[in-house]
């Protein structure tokens, strides 16, 4: 990644000046605007950066005009957003406009730099794609191995965003944090010992990352609610599976996770919700993933208790097989051994933390 270009845009100077030494002391080559003018500027003279760091709230032209701006002007151009106001709906608007990661104030260097790898991995997944386009034609009658490696490149840079988005939802309740990635990585080790071929891996993980995104649309007074909900209040907050479902849908390559969004919820003696499917009516993706939500559930710790075991986990889930939970799943699950879910929380939490989590979504990942 060493000597790639990152453009700056702060209007306070102090920021500016510090993260573009951090930049500059990685091996980047930095260059500062002071504002979304300034950028723009500078861009029209020299519009050849690989990634663009800008904060949102900036007099004049802020950040969001800004990422239009560059979305008209110079497309393709990856950017992500800065801000020190922990607000998920400003978060969802960049994203909208065409942010591909958003970065709450004040970061460490080992999350501006996490951020930075993937940006530009991002970036140079869209220049390879691009290129690939330049000269489609000639490629497909010679090089159609190429086609399909380019494409999965393609496939695992909207993978990236997703999990942006994520990270986005996380910032809104942190009592779940980490929450989605680990139920993803049990759902997929579920699946696979399933025999779930890589191609429905890929469609499951994906729908299991995001089975809470409709939580976006919920009021923040029932989605942080310290105490019990009221009746009222369940039934907003049970609109997730459904809201969740109709953004989700709407994007061509998470079409077939969707169902997994909105039957998270079902339980296979049909008293679940939002639909009250019983049996093989629930998609199996979500029958799967309905199971590793319950394990993730009793095992992690929550401000009012304290997570149980895996063993007590597992003896729950058993207890419950018919009725919550599909009975098969729930036989294949239990031949599992209880050391690998230990294993994969601690290997989850390890690659997150090195920026790798991505991984989340390949049928090679962990």
Not at 1 to 10: H, K, Q, T, Y
Not at 104 to 130: C, D, I
Not at 221 to 232: E, F, H, M, T, V
């Amino acid at each position: 990644m060493a000597g790639e270009r990152i453009l700056v845009v702060d209007d306070e100077a102090a920021v500016r000046d510090v993260v573009a030494a951090l930049l500059e002391r990685s091996g980047f080559q930095p260059v500062t605007a002071t504002g979304g003018l300034d950028a723009l500027r500078i861009m029209q003279g020299d519009p050849a950066y690989d990634l663009v760091l800008s904060d949102i709230m900036m007099p004049g032209m802020d950040g969001l005009e800004l990422l239009d701006q560059i979305g008209i002007n110079h497309p393709g151009t990856p950017v992500v957003v800065c801000s020190a106001v922990h607000d998920i709906h400003g978060a969802t608007n960049a994203f909208r406009r065409g942010a591909i990661d958003y970065l709450l104030k004040p970061f460490e260097r080992a999350q501006l730099m996490k951020v930075v790898a993937r940006g530009l991995e991002h970036s140079r997944y869209l220049r390879q794609n691009a290129s690939y386009r330049e000269n489609l034609e000639e490629m497909v009658s010679r090089r159609t191995e190429k086609l399909r490696t380019i494409m999965q490149d393609l496939e695992r840079s909207y993978d990236i965003t997703l999990e942006a988005m994520g990270d986005a939802l996380d910032l809104r309740d942190a009592e779940t944090e980490g929450h989605s990635r680990r139920v993803t990585a049990y759902t997929v080790a579920l699946a696979r010992e399933m025999g779930i071929s890589s191609a429905e891996l890929r469609i499951i993980a994906r729908g299991a990352f995001l089975h809470d995104i409709g939580k976006i649309a919920t009021p923040d007074r029932i989605l942080l609610k310290p105490g019990k909900l009221d009746q009222a209040e369940m039934a907003i907050m049970r609109e997730h599976c459904a809201r969740g479902y109709d953004m989700v849908r709407k994007i061509p390559f998470l079409r077939e996770a969707s169902e997994i969004v909105y039957s998270h919820q079902e339980r296979f003696d049909g008293h679940g919700y939002p639909r009250g499917l019983r049996g093989d009516e629930i998609p199996l993706g979500a029958r799967i993933f309905a199971l590793a939500d319950t394990l993730d559930a009793i095992t992690s710790d929550r401000p009012y208790r304290k997570g149980d075991s895996f063993e007590s986990a597992c003896a729950e889930i058993a207890k419950c097989s018919g009725k919550q939970f599909d009975p098969a799943v729930v036989e294949v699950f239990l031949r599992i051994p209880i050391a690998r879910w230990n294993e994969l929380r601690v290997e989850t939490s390890r690659l997150s933390a090195e920026g790798l989590s991505s991984s989340l979504f390949r049928p090679d990942g962990i």
